[in-house]
């Protein structure tokens, strides 16, 4: 498959379900550190802030905390927790922690590029509902390189829930396609630029496409 006709599918997927819809335009500013333990174990550490146009500013702060291990070549298993705070006009509306665990995996080379797996699973605790809510996100990404110092990465993720609380519905939840530009500015910082398209499928309300622009900072010691 060239890579022509991979960006043309994922953006086909991103533009199928824009019809009775609302739209939402955001910032994602997240920033990343990356330790290696010991040799195959490597410590995560990343808080992403989201923005909204829609949702009165500043509506989530993400905190990441994980562990990964290497399996065998390619192939990572992950553990860790993300504490979401949500927000509304400045104000804390509600806290969620998300255990997380997933396995990361080479699927095949394309080209200059290579096609790489990851499924997450999620379990969800928040302050306002006693329930556990699980969900899966599998995700599809294709990572080429333009230069020594830069990359194009292409990546297709979906969310399904697998049971249904009071702050969340069984089912297909989302579909999540983005396209980012990684850049190595030094030998062990990047910076990434890229564009989501996030469609959120509301069974009680209008569907909502989601506009974000993200950036990071990663630093590895």
């Known amino acids: ?20 819809q609302d739209q939402d335009a955001q910032l994602w500013i997240s920033a ?18 989201r923005f909204s146009d829609d949702r009165g500013g500043h509506y989530e702060s993400q905190y990441v905390a994980a562990l990964a291990f290497k399996i065998v070549s390619g192939v990572k298993l992950t553990v860790g927790v993300n504490r979401l705070v949500g ?10 922690w998300r255990p997380r665990q997933q396995i990361s995996f080479p699927i095949t080379t394309i080209g200059r590029g290579d096609l790489a797996g990851r499924v997450r699973f999620e379990q969800r605790f928040r302050s306002d509902d006693d329930e556990t809510g699980h969900r899966v996100r599998p995700e599809v990404s294709f990572v080429l390189p333009l230069s020594a110092e830069l990359q194009l990465k292409l990546a297709h993720e979906s969310y399904f829930n697998l049971n249904s609380t009071g702050f969340q519905n069984a089912g297909h939840e989302r579909v999540r396609n983005s396209a980012t530009l990684i850049r190595r500015i030094a030998k062990t910082v990047s910076a990434e630029v890229g564009y989501v398209n996030q469609y959120r499928f509301n069974r009680n309300d209008r569907d909502l496409m989601e506009h974000a622009l993200t950036t990071a900072i990663s630093v590895s010691f």
């Not at 022509?4 to 533009?15: D, F, H, I, N, Q």
């Not at 990356?34 to 808080?47: K, N, P, S």
């Open 1 to 20: 498959m060239r890579l022509p006709t991979l960006l043309a599918l994922l953006l086909g997927v991103a533009a199928a379900p824009a019809f009775a």
């Open 87 to 96: 927000l509304s006009d400045g104000r804390v509306q509600n806290t969620e």
């Open 32 to 49: 990343r550190a990356l330790a290696e333990l010991r040799e195959g174990v490597e410590l995560q550490i990343e808080t992403n802030q």
